[in-house]
């Protein structure tokens, strides 16, 4: 059974993203643990991020510094931080977490609530920063 990673790669889940290459995509998180939390996910579906092919796995992590990136270019954070715990979704992939302040929460599961409309906001800031 697919996915919900899976589902939206293939455009059965709608999502508000910010970037796709030929094997990931990149799109914001719909429980996020703060504005503009980003999911890179390789298109590949493999459960454990780390039974990822080497190149594979490589340019998952190319593909995620791109878009932490562009994260700290359009929200200014003090930085982005990155989560792979791969318990959620049985599909590998990495959470890029902007972090505005030094004492904030970074656990999933501690979200905050983003209207659709400061996501599709998000959306375009960050998809805007993004050079793939």
């Given at each position: 059974m697919a996915?919900?990673?899976?589902?939206?790669?293939e455009g059965e889940i709608p999502c508000h993203k910010v970037a796709e290459t030929d094997d990931h995509i990149a799109f914001l998180d719909i429980n996020p643990i703060s504005e503009g939390?980003?999911?890179?996910?390789p298109k590949k579906e493999i459960d454990y991020f780390f039974d990822?092919?080497?190149?594979?796995?490589?340019?998952t992590m190319e593909v995620s510094r791109t878009i932490a990136h562009a994260i700290d270019e359009a929200l200014n954070p003090l930085r982005t931080?990155?989560?792979v715990q791969g318990l959620e979704v049985p599909h590998a992939?990495?959470?890029l977490?902007?972090?505005y302040k030094t004492n904030q929460v970074m656990?999933?599961?501690?979200?905050?609530?983003?209207?659709?409309?400061?996501?599709?906001e998000l959306k375009e800031q960050i998809s805007a920063q993004v050079e793939l």
């Open positions: 996915t919900i990673f899976t589902k939206i790669i939390h980003t999911l890179v996910v990822l092919p080497d190149e594979l796995m490589q340019s931080g990155v989560i992939h990495v959470h977490i902007p972090l656990a999933l599961g501690h979200n905050v609530s983003v209207s659709e409309e400061r996501m599709a």
